[in-house]
């Protein structure tokens, strides 16, 4: 193990070896009127934060946009926050959000959201497994009119077979042309704003944009070998990857109109309840004949139906609920932009 922080002497080299070539020299040189957030959610990551940042000052000093840089520390137990505050005697742009204790990647983003103040953000990893300079190329879609741009890993890494099986399944359930949910992004401010993250939904951010009509694209990311630390996958986060896909298109596909489904599919057990009923009656009082059995089977499909029509009406009043605070979360966003745009014209006087 490196204990003095990764070997980057050679990124150029890495991409004449079969990597795309991406970056700053795939960038055009004209200029962007944006201002990017590059938030870095971090963990027991000290042995990378130097090399991070000064590849980052680099990269900022050659892009086409101006640009920050905002470390959230989740929960370290080793010298990163001591790392980045050191860092930020340096570097002006750097801001910092702290967690007290590890609350998991998706909360330490919003957290990172919270104290951005560019109009896209892009979420980087504090590993060095993607390089800074590589940033202007996932940026440049959204400068020419794109809402969220996906990195594609490219390269050799430990978990590609798991990754390709999720993301195939991924591309098939969620019917999005996308190669890669679990790599670096950027997007801009407003995606965020209007879609709510739940515990470890992060790596859905593009299925949720993409279901709120947002424009999707890709851009081809080399992925490094990390040199210092431990990655933080474990085989345990498969089974809650599956469980939290299952509940996202469920989110996207039922909860819109939970009685239509619910209510359709309980409306066919009553009516199938009926008609068993029916022929149990006929069979006992016609043929002279009964099984019991008939009677259970009714009793089983009566209550499914009416259970999954109770099922549609509590979940109707959850979506309406969800709705109204979706709405005024709207409303209240455009209050405080109206209020920042006052601000600004006051300053500008």
């Given at each position: 193990?490196?204990?003095?922080?990764?070997?980057?002497?050679?990124?150029?080299?890495?991409?004449?070896s079969?990597?795309?070539?991406?970056?700053?020299?795939?960038?055009?040189s004209?200029?962007?009127?944006?201002?990017?957030?590059?938030?870095v959610?971090a963990?027991?990551?000290e042995?990378?934060?130097?090399?991070?940042?000064?590849?980052?000052?680099?990269?900022r000093?050659?892009?086409?946009?101006?640009?920050?840089?905002?470390?959230v520390?989740?929960?370290?137990?080793?010298?990163?926050?001591?790392?980045?505050?050191?860092a930020?005697?340096?570097?002006?742009?750097?801001?910092?959000?702290?967690h007290?204790?590890?609350?998991?990647?998706?909360?330490?983003?919003?957290?990172?959201?919270?104290?951005?103040?560019?109009?896209?953000?892009?979420?980087?990893?504090?590993?060095?497994?993607?390089?800074?300079?590589?940033?202007?190329?996932?940026?440049?879609?959204?400068?020419?009119?794109?809402?969220?741009?996906?990195?594609?890993?490219?390269?050799?890494?430990?978990?590609?077979?798991?990754?390709?099986?999720?993301?195939?399944?991924?591309?098939?359930?969620?019917?999005?042309?996308?190669?890669?949910?679990?790599?670096?992004?950027?997007?801009?401010?407003?995606?965020?704003?209007?879609i709510?993250?739940?515990?470890d939904w992060?790596?859905?951010?593009?299925?949720?944009?993409?279901?709120?009509?947002?424009?999707?694209v890709?851009?081809?990311?080399?992925?490094y070998?990390?040199?210092?630390?431990?990655?933080k996958?474990?085989?345990?986060?498969?089974?809650?990857?599956?469980?939290?896909m299952?509940?996202?298109?469920?989110?996207i596909?039922?909860?819109?109109?939970?009685?239509?489904?619910?209510?359709?599919?309980?409306?066919?057990?009553?009516?199938?309840?009926?008609?068993?009923?029916?022929?149990?009656?006929?069979?006992?009082?016609?043929?002279?004949?009964?099984?019991?059995?008939w009677?259970?089977?009714?009793?089983?499909?009566?209550?499914?139906?009416?259970?999954?029509?109770?099922?549609?009406?509590?979940?109707?009043?959850?979506?309406?609920?969800?709705?109204?605070?979706?709405?005024l979360r709207?409303?209240?966003?455009?209050?405080?932009?109206?209020?920042k745009?006052?601000?600004?014209?006051?300053?500008?006087?």
């Amino acid at each position: 193990m490196d204990t003095q922080g990764p070997d980057r002497r050679a990124p150029h080299d890495a991409h004449a070896s079969g990597f795309p070539t991406s970056g700053i020299s795939n960038v055009t040189s004209q200029r962007y009127d944006l201002k990017v957030s590059v938030v870095v959610p971090a963990m027991n990551e000290e042995g990378n934060i130097d090399e991070f940042c000064r590849l980052f000052d680099e990269m900022r000093r050659k892009a086409p946009f101006d640009a920050e840089l905002v470390f959230v520390d989740d929960g370290s137990s080793d010298g990163t926050r001591e790392k980045i505050i050191a860092a930020q005697a340096s570097y002006a742009y750097l801001r910092l959000g702290v967690h007290h204790r590890n609350r998991g990647l998706t909360e330490a983003l919003q957290t990172g959201f919270s104290i951005a103040t560019g109009d896209v953000f892009v979420f980087y990893p504090a590993d060095l497994q993607y390089l800074p300079e590589d940033i202007p190329a996932l940026v440049a879609p959204i400068a020419q009119g794109a809402d969220i741009c996906t990195g594609w890993k490219q390269g050799e890494y430990n978990k590609k077979f798991v990754s390709t099986v999720y993301n195939a399944f991924c591309r098939w359930l969620f019917d999005l042309n996308v190669h890669d949910l679990n790599s670096v992004k950027a997007f801009r401010r407003e995606v965020v704003e209007s879609i709510f993250l739940r515990k470890d939904w992060h790596r859905y951010l593009v299925v949720l944009a993409a279901n709120e009509g947002y424009r999707v694209v890709e851009e081809k990311i080399p992925l490094y070998d990390r040199k210092w630390g431990k990655s933080k996958f474990s085989i345990f986060r498969i089974p809650v990857g599956v469980l939290d896909m299952l509940a996202v298109k469920f989110q996207i596909t039922f909860a819109r109109k939970p009685l239509l489904y619910f209510g359709f599919t309980g409306a066919l057990l009553l009516l199938a309840a009926f008609l068993v009923g029916a022929y149990a009656v006929y069979e006992r009082y016609v043929q002279g004949t009964g099984q019991r059995q008939w009677l259970y089977l009714v009793i089983l499909l009566a209550f499914l139906g009416l259970g999954l029509f109770m099922l549609g009406f509590m979940s109707e009043g959850q979506t309406a609920m969800k709705e109204e605070l979706a709405d005024l979360r709207k409303k209240t966003q455009q209050i405080l932009d109206e209020v920042k745009e006052r601000e600004s014209g006051r300053s500008g006087q």
